[in-house]
């Protein structure tokens, strides 16, 4: 660091922040989950049930579900996102959007399903991982299911924190964060998407239960 220069402290980005992403950059991870996310939604939540997509980006996901009988709310920060999700999305497909930041007050009820795709990977230290998890606890019912998909470090020297792109975790890291509020179920490493040398990284796919408490 040069002389004088402070450190920048770790953070995720904000809204305004997702909003200029979104406006300037081809958003790469942006596709159609690989099958393990489908295979694991039907073992533990088949449809029809309802699903949270927390941090939905441009709607892909929650399209995806949709077109497989889930009925989907999908919600993101990014007012710009939201709006270009909408506008991809067909008049009479089950989803309803909402521009939400999931770490403060949403109005949206429990959900019996909420999922993440490469949301808690953009929250860079512990406390930050700690608020998105317990946002996902007031978000579904207890004894209820989060899906989780996001980027997975598969020993310590490959764990990575940073300010934008996705933080690599290790197991440990992602226990420790989800511990209070979750008990994992399921627990799988597969490619984080479709696109070869592009989001064909290592990904960690959990199953979590909501705790009764
Ligand atoms: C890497 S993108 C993933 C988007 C989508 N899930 C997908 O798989 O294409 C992360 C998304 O999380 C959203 N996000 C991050 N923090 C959020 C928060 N606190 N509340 C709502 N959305 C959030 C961002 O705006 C961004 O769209």
Redesign the pocket.
Known sequence: MPHGEAAMPLR?LN?AE?DHTYDSAI?G??EEPPPVLGELLAEYAPPPVRVLD?????G??ARWLANRRYTVTA????AH?IEEARRRTSAGAAVRYEV????GHVPLGLFPVVLD???LH?CPTDRERRTFVAAMARMCRPGGLWVHVGAAALSEENALDQFSGPSWTTEKTFLKAVDAWFTVLDLRIADFGRQTGVTDWPARYAVLRRKER
Do not use: K, P
């Not at 919600?75 to 990014?78: G, I």
């Not at 939400?100 to 770490?103: A, F, I």
């Open positions: 995720s809204a997702w958003a991870w942006d927390v941090g939905c980006g441009l892909t996901t919600c993101d920060f990014s996102a939400l930041d999931v770490t795709r490469g949301v953009t």
